[in-house]
């Protein structure tokens, strides 16, 4: 099993920046892709980010340009640098991983963004 821990989120003005981190502990044969997802009241929850083994990574048109996925391996961490933030990014961040053996997928409890205008 894989567990994920969310830490990084909170409250901020338009403009600033917050970096989010996901760390991963417990018994698995490796992580094939880590993403990072937000939920907003009343909303989906979208994919915003993804980074892959490989170390390929995705972001969804509403971040490209503003958010950076990266990851530590010597920490198991996953991190989301979210710059130039906007009201729009108000929203529950959630990480998600997908491993071996399996596949199977892990999600962590989310940490709450906000984002004053």
Not at 81 to 89: A, G, H, I, T, V
Request: net charge positive.
């Amino acid at each position: 099993q894989v567990q994920l821990v969310e830490s990084g989120g909170g409250l901020v003005q338009a403009g600033g920046s917050l970096r989010l981190s996901c760390a991963a502990s417990g018994s698995y044969d490796s992580i094939l892709a880590v993403g990072w997802y937000r939920q907003a009241p009343g909303k989906q929850r979208e994919l915003v980010a993804l980074i892959m083994s490989g170390g390929s990574t995705h972001y969804a048109d509403s971040v490209k340009g503003r958010f950076t996925i990266s990851r530590d391996n010597a920490k198991n961490t996953v991190y989301l640098q979210m710059n130039s933030l906007k009201p729009e990014d108000t929203a529950v961040y959630y990480c998600n991983a997908a491993w071996l053996p399996g596949p199977r997928s892990s999600w962590g409890q989310g940490t709450q963004v906000t984002v004053s205008s």
